[in-house]
Structures are given as C-alpha cells and as structure tokens.
C-alpha cells in the first residue's frame, strides 16, 4: 500500500520561505510522476508543480520563479522549496504521486497547512 505524508507546513510571513517534504512509502519511488497541490478555502485544488520519474518539472504561472521542486528517488522524498511567500500561497499543500507504468494507480497525502501572514 503506498502512503504519502507530508510535512513542513506552517505559519509564515508574506516574503517568507518554507520547504515542504513528502515522504513516500510503498514500491518503488522511481515509478512515479510526483506532484505537489494545493487548495485554498473556497477554491479548487490546483496544480502547483509537478517532476516527472526522470527529472522533467513544470510549474504554475503563479509560482514559476518562485518555488522549486526536486526529488531525492534514495530517501523516498519530493520536496517543493517555497521562496517569497505571498498571502495568496495561503492553502493546505497535497502530495501527488501517478505511477507510469501499469497499473496507474494515483495516490494523495493527507496535507500541510502552510499559511501566509502579512
């Protein structure tokens, strides 16, 4: 069974940093895409960024430049890096994992609250 939890969320100043884990437990790391997500009150969840098995990432317009994610395949771990914090990065943060090969099974933590104050 594979299990996703994160950790790292917290209350943090607008221009803050914070840098978010996602531990993985389960088969292999490796057989994933990996992504972080976050939904704010009253919003949809959206994507925020994603890293690919290989390495490839993409990220929302809204964080391009601002946060980074990363994985390390050897402590089961994806990390976003969040640099320059604004009110609106305000929501609770999910870890994604989709396997890429079959069958494609898709996984989700249970969330971090990060919280931005001005």
């Known amino acids: 069974q594979v299990q996703l939890v994160e950790s790292g969320g917290d209350l943090v100043q607008s221009g803050g940093s914070l840098r978010l884990s996602c531990t993985y437990s389960g088969s292999s790391i490796s057989l994933y895409n990996m992504a972080w997500y976050r939904q704010a009150p009253g919003k949809q969840r959206e994507l925020v960024a994603k890293i690919t098995f290989d390495g490839r990432t993409n990220y929302a317009d809204s964080v391009k430049g601002r946060f980074t994610i990363s994985r390390d395949n050897t402590k089961n771990t994806v990390y976003v890096q969040m640099n320059s914090l604004k009110l609106e990065d305000t929501a609770i943060y999910y870890c994604?994992?989709?396997?890429?090969?079959?069958?494609?099974?898709?996984?989700w933590g249970q969330g971090t609250q990060v919280t931005v104050s001005s």
């Open positions: 994604n994992a989709q396997r890429i090969i079959s069958p494609m099974n898709e996984y």
